[in-house]
């Protein structure tokens, strides 16, 4: 327990570093702000087009594929606020050897490079994510049921658990190769995809997005399980691929950390 509660003071000591470095500059805060909504609102135009000349798409209505697009939307609010700068920060330190500093500190490095940066504007994204997802239920014409919310919380966990730990593993090549950009605008390019139900796929992209990058169990499933949709079979799915990818991810870091040379080798 007193593990824990010195970790949660280091957390908040980071998250209001970050919060103090973002309002020294309100212009660019605001403006940033402003930004993401704007993105959120051209995430949605594909989703308008498609419904727009059709009812429904491989059997998900168009309330109920808005809940995957809020749904999706939010992880992208949580990847842009949180994990992409703070993991990027690692990339950064590994070329130019500042890594040392966050190695010589008496805690968990993958924590505190992982709690290194945030960029509070995005918290609007999230506000913004949470309104399409309010206004997708108000035309399906009723809340998700306290257990779907439930299951549905849960979810968003094991969801933010699976993003953190594939950028993670995109992270910890930088240890081996000097530009990892290139791979990391693949794993952006390909997170996209996520805005679609899992059904739209067939074949081998749904076989992929459901087992090789999880896309589904970040995105689909959770938005079935507030739809009432999800089974337990799923939703046991779901959960134990997060863990798996957890315990993957942290053993990659481990061994990417070992070929850190630091800056004085």
């Not at 949605?44 to 109920?64: C, D, H, M, N």
């Amino acid at each position: 327990m007193r593990r824990l509660r010195h970790y949660a003071r280091l957390l908040a000591v980071q998250m209001r570093t970050s919060l103090t470095l973002a309002v020294q500059y309100r212009f660019d805060f605001f403006l940033e702000g402003a930004l993401a909504l704007f993105w959120l609102a051209i995430t949605l135009i594909p989703l308008l087009v498609v419904y727009s000349r059709r009812e429904s798409v491989a059997g998900w209505s168009f309330p109920e594929a808005l809940v995957v697009v809020g749904w999706f939307s939010v992880l992208k609010s949580v990847l842009d606020g949180g994990v992409t700068p703070s993991l990027n920060f690692v990339v950064e330190g590994v070329r130019k050897g500042t890594l040392d500093f966050v190695l010589l500190k008496p805690a968990d490095a993958q924590f505190l490079v992982s709690t290194a940066r945030f960029e509070p504007w995005r918290i609007l994204d999230f506000l913004g994510s949470i309104a399409v997802l309010v206004y997708a239920f108000h035309r399906l014409g009723h809340a998700p049921r306290a257990g779907d919310l439930m299951v549905g919380l849960a979810l968003f966990g094991v969801a933010l658990i699976l993003l953190y730990s594939l950028w993670i593993l995109v992270v910890s090549v930088s240890f081996r190769v000097v530009k990892v950009d290139n791979l990391s605008y693949l794993f952006i390019s390909i997170f996209d995809a996520g805005r679609w139900p899992i059904d739209v796929f067939k074949g081998a992209l749904r076989l992929i997005f459901t087992v090789v990058f999880p896309l589904a169990l970040m995105t689909t499933y959770p938005a079935q399980a507030l739809l009432g949709k999800l089974t337990s079979a799923h939703a046991l799915l779901a959960g134990t691929g997060g863990l798996a990818f957890a315990a993957i991810a942290r053993f990659v870091w481990k061994r990417a950390l070992r070929a850190y040379t630091s800056a004085s080798s």
